[in-house]
């Protein structure tokens, strides 16, 4: 019957509203969370972590292994005093593994959307004393200026309909973070599906800097409403990078080199490391 009266709902209520209660629910459930500390190891680096919803508790509360990403960009352009700028930082626990491996003598810059999450990012920063970790709250995107986006935890950039939630965030491009903290040597990009935006931003940076990328495609899963892989492809020319596919279940295998013909028949949601050859 429950199940009944939801399908109803959704076919009754508009998007807008039904993204009103869907947040309701949601942050009474963060508002009845009791925040706790953890600690644990993460890709061979022990952390402090600060716990601020279950959601977060799910994906943190145990130890994690290397990430196969990381550890093939160790040969590479990730390495002590490099600039690395983590695009979608949620938490800050992936910040705190990059920051671990270009040590205080680099900088991590992790932005986050979500204000809920940066403060949680910012707080993680603190706990483990990385000073060379900073948080930034706002959206990466093609243009300066403020951007729409949902209010989930795993947020996304507005698709118009509001199904999740509305808020206005700060939005910054790759090209001004090189500007005021300097050219990154490597770009994590996971930001749920707006990748090609964040991509488009990076402009001048690719082109000059030519930093190491690794890109969570978002293919199925939100790519389709703000780009499509084909474009993707285009800010990785073949003359400029190697490229190499992942898959997104974090098998532990390192990646694999690929063709963008390989890429292109791929149909979920992928890993894409692109190596800089200069």
């Known amino acids: 019957m429950v199940r009944r009266l939801k399908a109803l709902a959704r076919w009754l209520l508009p998007p807008s509203l039904l993204g009103w209660l869907r947040m309701q629910r949601l942050w009474g459930n963060v508002r009845r969370y009791a925040p706790r500390t953890v600690r644990h190891m993460y890709g061979g680096h022990e952390f402090q972590i600060r716990l601020t919803d279950g959601f977060a ?33 949620h938490h800050g626990v992936v910040a705190l593994m990059l920051a671990a491996e270009v040590t205080p003598s680099g900088r991590v810059v992790a932005v986050e959307a979500n204000p809920h999450n940066a403060a949680a990012a910012e ?13 930034r709250y706002a959206a990466v995107s093609d243009c300066q200026g403020t951007l729409t986006f949902n209010e989930g935890l795993n947020g996304q950039v507005d698709d118009g309909t509001g199904a999740w939630g509305r808020v206005d965030v700060p939005a910054v491009t790759v090209d001004q973070l090189s500007v005021e903290f300097g050219p990154p040597a490597v770009l994590f990009i996971d930001v749920e599906g707006y990748e090609c935006h964040a991509l488009r931003g990076a402009a001048q940076t690719l082109a000059r800097y030519r930093p190491d990328c690794f890109v969570e495609v978002h293919l199925g899963a939100g790519l389709e409403k703000f780009g499509s892989v084909e474009e993707l492809l285009g800010f990785f ?32 949601r992928f890993f894409l490391i692109a190596v800089s050859r200069a």
């Open 123 to 135: 707080a993680n920063a603190r706990l483990n004393r990385a000073d060379h970790l900073t948080v």
């Open 57 to 89: 508790a799910g994906w943190y509360d145990h130890d994690w292994p290397v990430l196969a990403e990381i550890e093939f960009l160790r040969g590479h352009r990730l390495r002590p005093g490099a600039t690395v700028f983590d695009l979608g930082a």
């Open 237 to 268: 020319p073949t003359d400029a990078y190697d490229v190499y596919h992942l898959p997104a279940e974090e098998t532990g295998e390192l990646p694999l080199p690929t063709t963008p013909a390989e890429i292109r028949v791929l149909a979920k």
